[in-house]
């Protein structure tokens, strides 16, 4: 095939993915005006912020008096609210977004998410050359048919605006601005189970001015938070949310259905092993991934574009050893797929045997009907897309174990 043919090929593909979204959005929007996105939890702590029920913000009982009352179609189909775990901060966003009805709150919600998409792509242009050169459109196509990017607007989720955030992370590390890179992360506490890990890669690098910039911007979300909340109401957060992971998170989501490390060695060990083996074996995993990552940054390389590696690598690794991933929490992973892409297109030197193991995996990641096979089956067995990112893991550790081996054979010729 030629380089146009494959070029139209992977556009085609892209429109199919996205037009089968906008299929499943009129499919579902029943649903939606009924209630049943993730956007009600959001849109009913607004609500309560706004009303002077702050202090109610994670009392169960009240929480499911305002969801009935701002999605009916709930009523017959819940028992109980689903509790509103982020931090206090958060639901001041809703608060205007309440002040429309639900149904409107959840478009206008999604056109903000458009936008902030719109704007990812801005922001990481100057990075992209080789992907603009081979078409401009792709970026933005790409997230369109992503399907953890569908799955978020669908559900009326946060993490579009942690992709951006993460996108300014890349982008003032790239430029070595540490501190400015640790305030944009310290931001994205709103997913504190995605922030945390890249974080601690950053600790173990010694990277102390990202890691203050982070405590900058922790310390002001804190703030506002006991604004809301008051300070004994942050003191005990905490708490409550290691309460509802015992008592109720099971019954929300069991850790298999989680595509990460925990949801993998839950999925596999479960059936014929003891529960202690699961943790040990997630504790294992976990440490071979960060010893990997590690040492892919400490290796000195002079090549830009591994820098881009690197980032995605442990993109990759944060989502596998966040403790609880969805398959929204995948839209992450689209600013790794684009980054790889770049590489590729951007090193004409590349084996096609090493193209096809570093794209092949970031194919499978935006193959929607993949993703189509765990929702007929309620997600189940969703645990086994770790290991489709433990083997692109594995392929950029390669790369970049390939790069620093070239770089330096390179130097010993000069």
Same mark, same amino acid.
């Given at each position: 095939?030629?380089?146009?043919?494959?070029?139209?090929?992977?556009?085609?593909?892209?429109?199919?993915?996205?037009?089968?979204?906008?299929?499943?959005?009129?499919?579902?929007?029943?649903?939606?005006?009924?209630?049943?996105?993730?956007?009600?939890?959001?849109?009913?702590?607004?609500?309560?912020?706004?009303?002077?029920?702050?202090?109610?913000?994670?009392?169960?009982?009240?929480?499911?008096?305002?969801?009935?009352?701002?999605?009916?179609?709930?009523?017959?189909?819940?028992?109980?609210?689903?509790?509103?775990?982020?931090?206090?901060?958060?639901?001041?966003?809703?608060?205007?977004?309440?002040?429309?009805?639900?149904?409107?709150?959840?478009?206008?919600?999604?056109?903000?998410?458009?936008?902030?998409?719109?704007?990812?792509?801005?922001?990481?242009?100057?990075?992209?050359?080789?992907?603009?050169?081979?078409?401009?459109?792709?970026?933005?196509?790409?997230?369109?048919?992503?399907?953890?990017?569908?799955?978020?607007?669908?559900?009326?989720?946060?993490?579009?605006?942690?992709?951006?955030?993460?996108a300014a992370v890349f982008v003032a590390l790239k430029k070595d601005a540490l501190f400015r890179a640790g305030c944009w992360l310290g931001l994205g506490l709103f997913r504190i189970h995605l922030v945390v890990p890249f974080l601690f890669f950053m600790a173990l690098l010694r990277k102390w001015r990202l890691v203050a910039g982070f405590m900058t911007s922790a310390l002001g979300l804190a703030?506002?938070s006991a604004l809301v909340v008051g300070w004994r109401g942050m003191i005990s957060y905490p708490a409550h949310i290691w309460s509802l992971e015992h008592h109720l998170g099971p019954l929300i989501l069991a850790a298999r259905a989680n595509p990460n490390l925990r949801g993998l060695a839950e999925g596999i060990l479960s059936h014929w092993s003891g529960t202690p083996t699961v943790p040990l074996?997630?504790?294992?995993?976990?440490?071979?991934?960060?010893?990997?990552?590690?040492?892919?940054?400490?290796?000195?390389?002079?090549?830009?574009?591994?820098?881009?590696?690197?980032?995605?690598?442990?993109?990759?690794?944060?989502?596998?050893?966040?403790?609880?991933?969805?398959?929204?929490?995948?839209? =992450? @992973?689209?600013? !790794?797929?684009? $980054? /790889?892409?770049?590489?590729?297109?951007? #090193?004409? +030197?590349?084996?096609?045997?090493?193209?096809?193991?570093?794209?092949?995996?970031?194919?499978?990641?935006?193959?929607?009907?993949?993703?189509?096979?765990?929702?007929?089956?309620?997600?189940?067995?969703?645990?086994?897309?770790?290991?489709? =990112? @433990?083997?692109? !893991?594995?392929? $950029? /550790?390669?790369?970049?174990?390939?790069? #620093?081996? +070239?770089?330096?054979?390179?130097?010993?010729?000069?």
């Open positions: 095939m030629t380089a146009k043919g494959a070029k139209m090929l992977v556009l085609m593909v892209l429109c199919g993915m996205t037009a089968i979204h906008i299929a499943l959005g009129v499919k579902t929007w029943d649903s939606v005006t009924a209630g049943y996105p993730d956007f009600t939890i959001f849109y009913s702590a607004g609500k309560m912020v706004r009303q002077g029920m702050a202090n109610k913000l994670y009392d169960e009982t009240a929480e499911w008096q305002v969801q009935r009352e701002v999605a009916l179609g709930l009523r017959n189909h819940r028992r109980a609210a689903v509790p509103f775990m982020h931090a206090p901060f958060e639901a001041l966003i809703f608060v205007p977004l309440s002040l429309l009805p639900f149904t409107a709150a959840y478009v206008v919600w999604n056109l903000i998410n458009l936008s902030v998409l719109l704007l990812f792509c801005f922001v990481l242009r100057a990075d992209l050359g080789a992907l603009h050169r081979y078409s401009p459109l792709l970026p933005s196509l790409f997230l369109l048919g992503y399907f953890p990017v569908f799955n978020t607007l669908l559900e009326g989720q946060d993490v579009i605006l942690l992709l951006l955030l993460y703030s506002v074996v997630v504790v294992l995993l976990s440490a071979i991934i960060v010893f990997l990552v590690v040492a892919c940054w400490r290796t000195p390389i002079s090549k830009p574009r591994i820098f881009d590696l690197r980032f995605s690598l442990m993109l990759v690794a944060t989502v596998l050893l966040s403790y609880h991933t969805l398959f929204y929490d995948f839209t =992450l @992973l689209a600013l !790794a797929v684009i $980054l /790889v892409w770049n590489y590729v297109l951007g #090193t004409p +030197s590349l084996r096609t045997g090493h193209r096809i193991e570093l794209l092949a995996p970031a194919a499978l990641l935006s193959f929607t009907p993949l993703y189509m096979v765990f929702w007929v089956h309620h997600w189940e067995g969703s645990y086994a897309m770790a290991l489709l =990112l @433990l083997g692109w !893991a594995w392929a $950029l /550790v390669r790369e970049i174990s390939r790069s #620093t081996v +070239s770089a330096k054979c390179a130097g010993e010729c000069l």
